[in-house]
């Protein structure tokens, strides 16, 4: 292994690192916004996942959520009690069930939606644009290197 290799490896830790900081402040201070409403974290993104895909199987929550089809039943089950969801079944296969937001569900989203914009217009409120376009940059150029594994 060479020096270059070395320095590569490090480095890459090094970003993964930052990102987990990165990620880990940005989620602590987005929850902190959202304590008021009462809901987990894995509640928020569920209803954000609804938000954007509309309505979907357990299973395909599941596989976005990266958990076990069980646990997102019991999130499901517990914001359905809410009725901030509703399940629907499929017109085509009286098997499938279809889970979507309720009315509350869709504002609760909205609320969501709006707050993080909030937020982030906070953050970068007082980046110049020159370090905007540096760190968009940087952060396309890894979501590309990324893609590629």
């Given at each position: 292994m060479g020096s270059d290799d070395v320095s590569n490896e490090i480095k890459g830790l090094e970003i993964g690192l930052l990102i987990r900081e990165i990620n880990s402040k940005i989620n602590s201070n987005l929850r902190h916004e959202f304590e008021n409403t009462g809901l987990t974290v894995p509640q928020i993104m569920l209803i954000?996942?609804?938000?954007?895909?509309?309505?979907?199987?357990?299973?395909?929550?599941?596989?976005k959520m990266n958990l076990a089809n069980s646990t997102v039943s019991g999130i499901i089950y517990r914001l359905e009690k809410q009725k901030i969801l509703k399940k629907t079944r499929s017109s085509e296969d009286k098997r499938i069930t279809y889970i979507e937001l309720a009315d509350k569900g869709?504002?609760?989203?909205e609320?969501?939606?709006?707050?993080?914009?909030?937020?982030f217009q906070k953050v970068f409120e007082k980046v110049s644009e020159e370090d905007m376009k540096v760190i968009f940059d940087g952060l396309q150029t890894l979501k590309k290197v990324l893609d590629r594994c």
């Amino acid at each position: 292994m060479g020096s270059d290799d070395v320095s590569n490896e490090i480095k890459g830790l090094e970003i993964g690192l930052l990102i987990r900081e990165i990620n880990s402040k940005i989620n602590s201070n987005l929850r902190h916004e959202f304590e008021n409403t009462g809901l987990t974290v894995p509640q928020i993104m569920l209803i954000r996942i609804l938000v954007k895909n509309k309505r979907l199987k357990v299973s395909e929550i599941s596989k976005k959520m990266n958990l076990a089809n069980s646990t997102v039943s019991g999130i499901i089950y517990r914001l359905e009690k809410q009725k901030i969801l509703k399940k629907t079944r499929s017109s085509e296969d009286k098997r499938i069930t279809y889970i979507e937001l309720a009315d509350k569900g869709r504002e609760i989203g909205e609320y969501f939606h709006k707050t993080i914009n909030s937020y982030f217009q906070k953050v970068f409120e007082k980046v110049s644009e020159e370090d905007m376009k540096v760190i968009f940059d940087g952060l396309q150029t890894l979501k590309k290197v990324l893609d590629r594994c």
